[in-house]
């Protein structure tokens, strides 16, 4: 080939080896896609960097893609008949940009805030919920076949000790997991901390659903596993933890583990359904609900009579009718939602629905409860359901009612049925939501094009400045601190130090070193940090400095106020200090070294497109949100705009906002009165909202406008003052 003369010969055809025979220097051939090349992957719409990413390919059979379900998240990827497009780099240097760059591995967080995305999601929560349940126990044979699931015969494991030896040796579901993290001693994860699952109520340890996860050396001590730990979207759980301390490809390693795991487990071991009977109430559910109902429809009639005598109290900024409705709203509110508690609490702990739940797989406790007890208060708009034909929602109500059930109240579940007339308010409420999701898609379309746009040339320079590609400097220091969020930990700081002397008391624990006293703590902190290593991090770094000082001037008056405490008895006083606040110096040293190295790492790179991240954090999450108005039901007539419209609104830099709002702290907030004086004094109230009557008056000697004051509506206010606005009134009035 080459002078543009060349040509194709297909290799399918013809005598291979005559072909190979004819090959000179500067042919190419190609060939197929094999294991192992790197492949680009993407998914439609790309609304941020992680909707491209390199793979590594596995040729299997047929004719579709598959990929691991851990990395579903970032692609946004269902199988509900998504496409997704595949690009086979051509060249070495392609091919390895693609690797380091976009590879799974080296995106498992979201550039937006360094939360995981690449995690365990659905069915694996459901999985590491129920097998680490505190009751969960297995024989030897169970462990071992268990233990099995997450690998592929290959690896070497250790079975840990049994955790009950009498009467017969069994193992927990716990340690199960504990395996899972540490298969055998060659891996060296050993992550040391603490999180609150999403069922946690109190009492750390002892709390009653087992929700205090704890990690000691990698071990689980307590708590069952679930979304916060081993789910996206938590910087407290396991994914980020290993992935901070350990990197990418442990944890890459321990989600494959856990998603092969979760998958035999489930699909071989247990099984999980759900059917009509986990949503069927009781007997005694059904009385409860219809008397919580009752009581509901008691309290509106109650209000409605009030509204119809006008003797109803007026909510801030609200007229009668709106005062009405936000009362009935907030009542019907909580009608749906205590029907609904009562419904979760009949629910035995296997029901399947309430197991989602609880783990934050799949569903709310609202919908279960819209199963099982009670739909509840259908909205068009942010409003119970309006008029839509003369007067009235639906032929089958009487003129002008404003009762529950004629504005859209579904009081039966998804089980029972609903009437014709609740279907039909549901319905009204379904094809809201509905028409939201297609309007908005096109909405907050353009406003990432217009994001983008405004953006995608902001990149981080050399000497640390964001510039555009007109070389004009945006910022100084990009996020004024040149932090990059994707790196931050929990506290939104490069180092979690409190994580950091949890993890190496625990991983480094120099049982024969002496502890370090307050005042030795203190002096080695100051001489270390004035090392060359750490000055260098200036001037940037001097709010990370301050942080590390701080943190050991903390430990160290807490050690100090425990000596105080016990006396001077070195005995006692080493012993007593060992667990809470015991600190050596090769503790010290280590944590500073990591510190430092986190510190390090945790600045923007020159180079970096900042501007087209910054876009695309605001846009993707654009897309999500749902529904235009969410109303705070019952707590005040805030029918705040947000979403998507008010998300508009900021970038457009819309002067005429829809619900400005300004929040005041009140000096003295106990009073409702002193906040109703405070409220009056900012509310605009013009003439005629106090007036009975404003007229003008054509007499033959003069013409005037003659007001009198409404006196009824001067509530609280002093009569002589108001008697002089209204002679001032009139005289201003009579002289013009
Ligand atoms: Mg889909």
């Keep these: 080939m080459g002078d543009g003369q060349g040509f194709v010969r297909s290799l399918a055809f013809g005598d291979r080896e005559k072909i190979a025979r004819s090959l000179r220097d500067g042919d190419i ?8 090349d790197i492949v680009l992957f993407n998914r439609q719409p790309s609304l941020h960097k992680v909707s491209i990413m390199a793979h590594r390919a596995k040729i299997m059979e047929w004719r579709t893609f598959r990929f691991n379900t851990c990395v579903c998240a970032p692609y946004n990827a269902d199988f509900d008949g998504d496409e997704m497009n595949m690009h086979l780099p051509q060249t070495e240097e392609a091919r390895t940009e693609a690797n380091l760059l976009m590879g799974v591995h080296h995106n498992l967080t979201t550039p937006r805030n360094g939360e995981p995305l690449v995690a365990a999601s659905q069915d694996f929560l459901s999985a590491s919920y129920i097998l680490t349940q505190i009751d969960r126990f297995y024989t030897r044979e169970q462990f071992c076949s268990l233990v099995t699931y997450f690998g592929d015969g ?3 494991i250790d ?11 069994l193992w927990t579901g716990k340690q199960v997991f504990s395996t899972m993290l540490r298969p055998n001693k060659e891996t060296k994860i050993e992550v040391s901390f603490q999180t609150k699952e999403k069922n946690y109520i109190n009492n750390k340890h002892f709390c009653k659903n087992d929700g205090w996860v704890d990690f000691r050396n990698g071990e689980l001590i307590s708590g069952n596993i679930a979304k916060k730990t081993i789910g996206d979207g938590s910087k407290t759980g396991l994914v980020f933890v290993v992935l901070r301390d350990y990197g990418p490809l442990q944890s890459a390693m321990l989600l494959d583990r856990w998603a092969k795991f979760c998958a035999r487990y489930m699909g071989t071991h247990r099984g999980f359904s759900i059917g009509i009977s986990d949503v069927t109430p009781s007997n005694k559910l059904t009385t409860m609900k219809h008397k919580i109902l009752l009581e509901g429809y008691r309290k509106s009639e109650s209000n409605l009579d009030l509204y119809e005598k006008g003797e109803l109290e007026l909510r801030p900024g609200c007229n009668l009718l709106q005062s009405l409705e936000e009362i009935l709203n907030g009542i019907l509110g909580r009608l749906r939602e205590s029907a609904g508690q009562e419904a979760m609490k ?5 029901n399947a629905p309430r197991i989602m739940a609880a783990c934050g797989s799949k569903g709310s406790p609202l919908n279960i409860s819209q199963m099982i ?4 208060q259908q909205a068009v708009g942010g409003m119970r359901i309006q008029n839509g034909f003369v007067d009235r929602t639906l032929p089958h109500f009487e003129v002008n009612s404003l009762t529950p059930s004629a504005k859209g109240f579904v009081a039966n579940s ?14 009204m409420g379904g094809r809201e939501g509905l028409v939201d999701t297609a309007v908005k898609t096109a909405e907050t379309g353009y406003m990432a094009r217009r994001l983008m746009k405004a953006l995608e040339d902001l990149s981080m320079q050399y000497d640390k400045t964001v510039r555009n590609s007109e070389n004009t400097v945006i910022q100084f220091i990009y996020g004024d601190d040149g932090l990059n969020p994707n790196v931050m930990e929990n506290n939104d700081r490069p180092v979690d130090f409190a994580r950091l002397s949890t993890s190496i008391r625990e991983t480094l624990p120099c049982r024969e070193e002496d502890t370090l006293n307050p005042t030795e703590l203190r002096s080695i902190v100051k001489s270390k940090l004035g090392e060359k290593r750490f000055q260098d991090l200036l001037p940037e770094g001097a709010e990370i400095l301050k942080e590390i000082n701080e943190f050991f001037k903390a430990m160290a008056q807490k050690q100090a106020e425990l000596i105080n405490d016990i006396g001077k008895n070195s005995v006692e006083v ?3 200090t060992w667990n809470s606040c015991r600190f050596t110096i090769s503790q010290l040293n280590r944590f500073l070294d990591v510190a430092l190295n986190k510190c390090t790492a945790s600045y923007v790179e020159p180079g970096e497109a900042v501007g087209a991240i910054g876009a695309q954090s605001i846009s993707e999450p654009g897309t999500q949100m749902t529904l235009k108005t969410f109303h705070f039901s019952g707590i005040s007539s805030m029918n705040v705009t947000l979403g998507v419209p008010r998300l508009k609104e900021i970038i457009n830099a819309s002067k005429l906002i829809s619900t400005p709002i300004i929040t005041v702290k009140l000096e003295q907030d106990d009073n409702k009165i002193a906040a109703r004086v405070v409220k009056a004094g900012i509310e605009k109230t013009t003439l005629g909202q106090v007036s009975k009557y404003i007229k003008e008056v054509f007499a033959s000697q003069a013409c005037y406008i003659s007001i009198e004051l409404d006196m009824g509506k001067f509530y609280g206010f002093d009569v002589n003052s108001l008697l002089q606005i209204y002679l001032v009134l009139t005289f201003l009035f009579l002289f013009h």
Excluded at 29 to 36: A, N, Q, S, T
Excluded at 373 to 376: I, L
Excluded at 414 to 427: D, M, N, Q, V
């Design 414 to 427: 998804f089980y029972t049925g609903l009437t014709a007339t609740e279907f039909f308010f549901h319905a």
């Design 574 to 576: 080493s012993s007593l």
């Design 154 to 156: 290959e690896e070497q």
């Design 159 to 169: 079975i840990p000790p049994p955790a009950m030896v009498k009467p017969m040796e």
């Design 346 to 350: 009949q629910l035995p702990w296997s």
């Design 29 to 36: 051939v190609e060939r197929h896609m094999e294991d192992g």
């Design 373 to 376: 007890s009670c739909v509840g």
